[in-house]
């Protein structure tokens, strides 16, 4: 193996010899000592990251004696993404893995037009060994939440426990539960939204029921309180679909309280005759949605984890609104 400085990052090349003859390349790479694994490998080839002869590879192609298998092993902090001391909620860590309670309003990764102030800006400096972890704009990423929407995320500090948790999370395993206060009265007590959930077939910025290529997606929800104009719901995800709840909620007659993209908040605080409510339901300025469980094997140990997260501020006070609304209204 020969290594070489490149921009953002460093080349490494490997000579296939006769013994790696009719090898895939993603075998070849994975038993090089390059400590890539096989889906991470796979990840490189999608970036456009690895190259076989000059030319750009495929995960899956058969190499020949005297290739020259080029990778370009990007550093994590890119141009542009550095890490930044963002104060981040950490409710567990170990050399493998960590949890964190994400608060409201903090992007999750990097995106268009956005290098900064993100979770992944604020995770690169809280683990100084996280650099390359998955890819050089989501290091450790294994699942995300939305801008708006708070509450658990586990983030992977290893490739072996990133593709683990990537399986786990693929292969239904595991547990998420989700806080949600929605509009209206949710009957029955329990159900399930089964609907296929894909790109709005007119704004590609939005995910629809309606979408001609949707995937299949399962919601069940389940009453937690009940307050006559609005309900707080469990929802736990059997599918993990983008905007997912938000989303099956709309179709369902119920979306979330303050989701301003899905829920026509709007309209709907104007139909609130009550206008001390009313005044309190525009104070919720994100989607009242909470990751509030979450649950998992560890990727090493194999030992069941579970975590739990209170409701944040912001929720907690529409409780309390709603809750006093409930009992003048209702008695109860």
């Not at 096989?38 to 456009?48: A, F, G, H, L, N």
């Not at 001609?212 to 389940?222: D, L, M, P, S, Y």
């Not at 006559?228 to 099956?248: C, D, F, N, S, W």
Request: proline share 4%; with cysteine; charged share 30%.
């Amino acid at each position: 193996m020969t290594a070489e400085d490149a921009a953002g990052g460093r080349f490494c090349d490997f000579r296939v010899t006769a013994q790696d003859q009719g090898v895939r390349l993603d075998v070849f790479l994975s038993g090089q000592d390059v400590a890539l694994s096989r889906s991470r490998i796979k990840r490189m080839v999608e970036e456009r990251l690895v190259f076989v002869n000059g030319r750009e590879a495929k995960a899956g192609q058969k190499l020949r004696e005297g290739d020259m298998v080029r990778l370009l092993m990007r550093d994590a902090a890119a141009p542009g993404l550095e890490p930044e001391k963002i104060p981040i909620s950490v409710l567990y860590e170990d050399e493998s893995l960590l949890v964190v309670d994400k608060p409201p309003g903090l992007v999750v990764h990097p995106g268009a037009g956005r290098d900064s102030g993100t979770l992944v800006n604020a995770l690169l400096h809280h683990c100084t060994d996280l650099r390359g972890i998955g890819g050089v704009l989501r290091p450790g990423i294994v699942h995300r939440l939305d801008k708006d929407t708070s509450g658990l995320m586990v983030v992977a500090k290893t490739e072996q426990a990133l593709d683990d948790l990537s399986r786990q999370f693929k292969e239904r395993e595991v547990d998420k539960r989700y806080l949600a206060f929605v509009w209206g009265d949710m009957i029955p007590d329990e159900d399930r939204i089964e609907l296929p959930v894909g790109r709005h077939p007119v704004d590609r910025k939005r995910m629809s029921t309606s979408s001609r290529r949707g995937r299949e997606a399962v919601t069940c929800w389940k009453v937690m309180e009940r307050y006559g104009e609005a309900t707080l719901a469990e929802l736990t995800l059997k599918t993990g679909r983008t905007h997912q709840i938000r989303v099956h909620l709309t179709a369902a007659g119920h979306p979330v309280i303050g989701d301003h993209v899905y829920g026509q908040t709007s309209r709907r605080i104007s139909q609130v005759r009550d206008a001390v409510l009313q005044s309190r339901l525009k104070t919720m300025k994100r989607q009242a949605l909470h990751a509030a469980r979450l649950e998992f094997r560890h990727p090493v140990t194999g030992k069941r984890l579970l975590f739990e997260s209170s409701l944040p501020a912001d929720m907690e006070r529409m409780r309390g609104y709603l809750r006093a609304y409930a009992e003048k209204k209702y008695g109860s």
